[in-house]
T-cell receptor
């Protein structure tokens, strides 16, 4: 299957700082990527849909000014958590759909964010 | 929007036994149903999927069944092995093209050696 990478795999930051997470499709192009958040022992919740060349669409309750998404190229989407707070500590996971079927989602390995 | 319910939340089986995880969905327009396996600290890994025009799909020890009328689908793992121990998530999506998934709450499977 297709490979999606994320960087960094884990990050610790101080409250009030910003953190950028990268999501890359390594062997295929992805005009759309999805960002999910997963709290401990919970399921994945969709945060936003990242669209190459246009603005991201955010799910209800997700602040677009706090979670900035930039889909800079056909293989890269970034999520920036601005002015991070301890309650933003979570596991952030991106996914990209298979180019052929457009249904099959390939997930990245996730980024563990801890805000102190 | 779509709502996916999953049960049981935890499942413990003896090595070699079968495991069954069930999910129900709310929107009859859902047409794609993948299952993911997630190990601790890692991203979900697709293990099998099924589309609404198919009632059953099998891949070695793993099978998925879909009942569109009842709006539920199930994951069946036979001859379980300790390395099958993980959290399993069902999911559903609606429509065509690139669309996000709605996930179930997850099932923690423990295979006892």
């Amino acid at each position: 299957g297709a490979v999606v990478s994320q960087h960094p795999s884990r990050v610790i930051c101080k409250s009030g700082t910003s953190v950028k997470i990268e999501c890359r499709s390594l062997d295929f192009q992805a005009t759309t990527m999805f960002w999910y958040r997963q709290f401990p022992k919970q399921s994945l919740m969709l945060m936003a849909t990242s669209n190459e060349g246009s603005k991201a669409t955010y799910e209800q309750g997700v602040e677009k000014d706090k979670f900035l998404i930039n889909h800079a190229s056909l293989t890269l989407s970034t999520l920036t958590v601005t002015s991070a707070h301890p309650e933003d500590s979570s596991f952030y996971i991106c996914s990209a759909p298979d180019l052929l079927t457009q249904e099959t989602q390939y997930f990245g390995p996730g980024t563990r964010l801890l805000v102190l | 929007g779509e709502n996916v319910e999953q049960h049981p939340s935890t499942l413990s089986v003896q090595e070699g036994d079968s495991a069954v995880i069930k999910c129900t969905y709310s929107d009859s327009a859902s047409n794609y149903f993948p299952w993911y396996k997630q190990e601790l600290g890692k991203g979900p890994q697709l293990i099998i999927d099924i589309r609404s025009n198919v009632g059953e799909k099998k891949d070695q020890r793993i099978a998925v069944t879909l009942n569109k009328t009842a709006k539920h689908f199930s994951l069946h793992i036979t001859e379980t092995q300790p390395e099958d121990s993980a959290v399993y998530f069902c999911a559903a999506s609606i429509g065509t093209g690139r669309r996000a998934l709605t996930f179930g709450s997850g099932t923690r499977l423990q295979v006892q050696p």
